[in-house]
């Protein structure tokens, strides 16, 4: 999974990025887009590993973009964001983040601190960004069905469709309500929407409200979260076995990277299944709702070509039982079939013959 950390500048960002990912990032150097690929903390492979001692030991990983302020209050700026959309448009989670703390030091953006009102100028622009690429398709497609053509039936199916996004962004509304079925997706998926995609708004707020519950920004967000990115980049600079104390003294459970990686991996509607045995244990992430056959072919092709059987057995039985011999004197190791719907945290063995 792809995230995009976008925003105004001087929200902190690029301090978060830093934060999640363990890169510096340079306020100084000449804005451009940084990348980073992480690994997802999960202690279900802790448990396992302990089990097995195993050769390897695979994380799940997500990729975040820290893509440079949109500083839409300078005449260049909504043409320097243009040039970052393809970017943006990879991703799979938009996260926003807006600034909510005062700092003398740091210059505000349009002279105020409000991030309802920041957000909403981003979320205005991915808008427009959308309706720009629409209206463009839009008009391509009514002069080509003006003249016959081997595409005609087809043009004129995306052309009703695009017809109703269109209104639909006009109106301020976003594609992900629009588009209602798995046909109409597809349809557009080359367009890679933003209002299509989940979003996430992450206020950045100062060191004395660190531990306060988020509040909803937007009604377009899938998931609210509250962070201090200046605290959190100390707390990822400390050496791991300090970092708990620390937090602890500051009143919080989580960090904010593992808050982060948790709302991008639920907005993304995405789950994790687990395997396990001497060679390696590992986390594999699949879409919420995939079946076992699905599963399978995350691991290997042949895996799905030759699907016999999921043998199963749900994290929280592995450990209330010990270990997988416990597990199946309980009577809780399963064997699925394809059509098994894969829940978070499940231990898979594919059994298949190809």
Known sequence: MRVALIGLPK???????SAATGVAVDPFAAPQIHRNVVKVPDERLDYLAKLFSPKKYTEATIEFLDVPGISLGDPGGPAEF?????????????????????NASTPKYKDRIDPRADLGEV?????FADLEAVTTRVERLQ??????????????HELALLTRCKDALESEKPLSAV????????????????????LIAVRNVSESRIAEAP????????DNLSVCASVEADIAALPPDDRKPFMADLGLNTSARDQLIRACYAAGGLISFLTMGPDEVRAWTIAKGANAVEAAGRIHTDLARGFIRAETVAFA??????????????GKVRQEGKTYIVQDGDILNIKFNV
């Not at 979320?123 to 808008?127: A, G």
């Not at 588009?179 to 989940?198: G, I, Y």
């Open 11 to 17: 929200s902190g960002k690029s301090t978060l990025f």
């Open 82 to 102: 243009r040039k970052v959309l393809p970017d943006i448009r990879m991703a799979d989670v938009l996260a926003v983040v807006v600034r909510d703390f005062e």
């Open 123 to 127: 979320w205005d622009e991915l808008l």
């Open 143 to 156: 002069k080509s069905l003006q003249k016959p053509s081997k595409t005609h039936d087809p043009d004129k």
């Open 179 to 198: 588009l209602d079925n798995v046909d109409e997706r597809r349809m557009v998926a080359s367009f890679a929407f933003l209002t299509e995609k989940p």
């Open 215 to 222: 509040s909803p920004l937007s009604p377009h967000a899938r």
């Open 317 to 330: 039985d592995l450990v209330a039982h010990t270990d997988m011999k416990g597990a199946k004197a309980a």
